[in-house]
């Protein structure tokens, strides 16, 4: 954690490998550009049965409504998906 720290991040314990499913796509916690602060309560809120369909959704989101010309940046268009869909 202090080597993540040192290259400017910030280091979040968020448990053991076996929980690590609630950081995957379709999890509150992906894609979504939290906070520290913000991050304990998106790892709380992952229902492990609706990350599939989820994560679907935003595929299927993304398929339909990405224009890159439109967009300035497809991470921003990610973000803005994922945080309407799982927040």
Same mark, same amino acid.
């Given at each position: 954690?202090?080597?993540?720290?040192?290259?400017?991040? #910030?280091a979040?314990?968020?448990?053991?490998?076996?929980?690590?499913?609630?950081?995957?796509?379709?999890?509150?916690?992906?894609?979504?550009?939290? *906070?520290?602060?913000?991050?304990?309560?998106?790892?709380?809120?992952?229902?492990?049965?609706?990350?599939? %369909?989820?994560? #679907?959704?935003?595929?299927?989101?993304?398929?339909?409504?990405? #224009?890159?010309? %439109?967009?300035?940046?497809p991470?921003?268009?990610?973000?803005?998906?994922?945080? *309407?869909?799982?927040?």
């Amino acid at each position: 954690m202090q080597l993540v720290e040192d290259t400017g991040f #910030d280091a979040f314990d968020a448990g053991t490998l076996a929980e690590s499913w609630r950081q995957q796509p379709g999890a509150p916690s992906h894609c979504t550009d939290l *906070t520290r602060e913000e991050l304990p309560a998106a790892l709380a809120a992952a229902e492990r049965e609706r990350l599939t %369909k989820r994560r #679907d959704l935003a595929t299927a989101v993304f398929l339909e409504r990405y #224009d890159p010309s %439109k967009e300035v940046h497809p991470a921003d268009f990610v973000l803005r998906v994922h945080r *309407t869909l799982f927040m």
